[in-house]
């Protein structure tokens, strides 16, 4: 007897008669594409966290530079900002 | 790997483009998801990925034998064989050094001093979950209420990785039939699945992590040098932030298993919003509550099909049990014990109380019911039973300190919190009907805009879930 369990995936609508598969893959590139020129310093951090070895010091060296770049531009700003107004929120006491 | 990192993200996108670019066999595709969980599992220790296996295989031989007996005898025996293997398998990696350890102390008491042959064996992650699913799986089969299903669905569905380690404790009935077919990825269940992932980011990385280190974290490790105000926002910020960081992982799990083309039961309802204690069990940690209603309550222990005192007395075993589940600590056990009682006199009141009787508003009953769960928190989540009775003594007699480790952030998130539980009901879906109507570019922009804002706010590092060490 299968079980009937409520799912949050089935949508309180008639179900989109539209190919999903390319859609999900675009919209996830384009967010990966954003988050890559805009957040450069989460993938710096990220790859410092690895263990050390020659390609480990060689990919840190080539994010730092692209951390660089972005802030040159004024890419990493807008995280910039968020994380600065975060902090200052984080430090307010009574 | 924990899913709100980069390490995560990296290896989902990869696994995401492999699975779906091999969906021209479902075979292939089952295998190649089996292959991504156990590295993914892997990640942690390799040597357990071969309990994994084992735990896998016991399930599937004991059931497939079970499915090809027709005695019902040597049926029920070869299912408890099966059952007992599980409870091993818990028994050993969970609560060998903890019964040692008690025993020890017993027999202390009495006057003997043994030195007990401990083993400190390390925990395999997810060891609860993936036993308690291949039980259900086993005993579907023995009751009939499925049909025993070959080796490669068993493994993957006790190896899947999006519920791997911390659940929602997706039974056989559920995936089993969902794996027999190819899936296909609608935008429905795309866009439902990227809200509750970055839903369940925000929840994990901004306000469970946030609550934990900046006050629960340094509040429950001393509560002595704390003032009353402290010790009261930070049982509310446990409630919040254990209600966040657990229901965070099942919804990332949910939204995961989406855009892999699965369908995961719903594991949490906006529980605080509970008027009653029952009601509280039917909307947190519903995969736990159902199994342990279903399996434990009225299969084993007969429900209430044995009488009054019977039921309030399986209901108070099975929550005791329940406690025990989480962990191989008096503090769990307490904690069930405490849900149960009052889940047991939640039924007596039932049956006592006359119709003409004025009843208790349900707000009433909601804060009522919200404020017995905070007080099991305490339990939970001290390390020991002093720690509990230390900080329910700070509650108690607590004094003012001239400074407060709660913060005005630390407050807003305890009030977005519990407010997330009186949000509209089916927010999320509705969000995501919109979202399925906008073009990929935008959804993307608007998806990559969102995370960037949560790991702006996001605490430096990410602790791991609660629900890991259970």
């Known amino acids: ?42 993938l710096r951090d990220w790859i410092e966290e ?23 531009i004024g890419l990493g700003r807008p995280r910039a900002w968020l994380h600065d107004l975060w902090k200052k929120a984080e430090g307010a006491t009574f | 790997m924990l899913f709100p990192t980069l390490t995560f993200g990296l290896f989902f996108l990869v696994v995401f483009t492999i699975v779906w670019s091999a969906s021209g066999s479902n075979e292939w595709r089952k295998i190649l998801l089996l292959l991504a969980s156990w590295v993914f599992y892997g990640a942690w220790d390799w040597r357990f990925v071969a309990l994994l296996i084992g735990s896998a295989f016991l399930n599937w031989g004991t059931a497939a034998i079970v499915s090809r007996t027709e005695e019902e005898g040597r049926r029920k025996a070869v299912m408890l064989i099966g059952v ?12 060998y050094d903890f019964f040692l350890e008690q025993l020890g102390m017993l027999l202390h ?95 994990k990385a901004v306000v469970a992590s946030e609550l934990s280190t900046g006050l629960v974290d340094p509040v429950f490790f001393d509560p002595a040098s704390h003032s009353r105000i402290d010790l009261i926002a930070a049982a509310y910020g446990y409630a919040v932030q254990i209600y966040c960081d657990f229901s965070a992982y099942s919804d990332m799990a949910i939204g995961i298993a989406a ?33 342990l209603r279903d399996y434990l309550y009225i299969d084993a222990l007969g429900g209430n099909r044995r009488g009054f005192a019977r039921q309030c007395v399986n209901l108070m075993v099975t929550m005791l049990l329940g406690g025990l589940w989480h962990g191989a600590k008096w503090t769990f056990v307490i904690w069930g014990g405490l849900h149960g009682g009052v889940l047991a006199i939640e039924r007596v009141w039932d049956r006592i109380r006359g119709e003409d009787w004025p009843r208790m508003p349900a707000w009433l009953g909601v804060i009522i019911t919200f404020h017995i769960v905070v007080l099991g928190w305490i339990f939970f989540r001290a390390e020991t039973f002093d720690q509990a009775t230390a900080y329910l003594g700070g509650l108690a007699n607590g004094t003012a300190a001239a400074t407060l480790t709660v913060t005005p952030l630390a407050c807003v998130l305890i009030g977005l919190g519990l407010g997330m539980n009186a949000a509209p009901v089916g927010l999320g879906q509705r969000i995501a009907l919109r979202l399925r109507m906008l073009p990929a570019p935008v959804l993307g922009l608007l998806a990559g805009v969102t995370i960037l804002i949560v790991d702006a706010m996001r605490f430096e590092g990410v602790a791991p879930f609660i629900y890991y060490q259970f």
């Open chain 2, 109 to 203: 008491d009495f006057g003997f001093q043994r030195d007990m042959p401990l083993m400190q064996i390390v925990l395999p992650v997810g060891v609860s979950f993936f036993t308690f699913q291949g039980m259900s799986y086993l005993i579907d089969v023995y009751k009939r209420r499925i049909a025993a299903a070959d080796l490669l669905d068993i493994t993957l569905l006790m190896s899947f990785f999006p519920h791997l380690v911390a659940g929602p404790i997706v039974r056989g009935s559920d995936l089993l039939p969902q794996f027999r077919e190819a899936p296909k990825l609608t935008r429905d269940a795309a866009s439902i699945g990227l809200v509750l992932i970055v839903w369940g980011l925000f929840k």
């Open chain 2, 84 to 95: 007992v293997g599980n409870l091993c398998i818990l028994g050993v990696f969970k609560y």
């Open chain 2, 259 to 291: 855009l892999l083309g699965y369908k995961f039961p719903l594991n949490f309802n906006q529980p605080y919003r509970a008027a009653s204690l029952q009601d509280f069990w039917r909307r947190w940690h519903i995969s736990l509550s159902s199994w």
């Open chain 1, 1 to 42: 007897m299968p079980r009937e369990t409520p799912s949050p995936i089935d949508l309180p609508d008639e179900p989109l008669e539209r190919p999903g598969l390319l859609w999900t893959g675009a919209t996830i590139a384009i967010a990966a594409l954003l988050l890559f020129v805009m957040n450069a310093v989460a």
């Open chain 1, 50 to 72: 690895q263990a050390p070895s020659p390609v480990q010091a060689q990919a840190a060296a080539l994010a730092e530079q692209w951390v660089t770049i972005t802030d040159d």
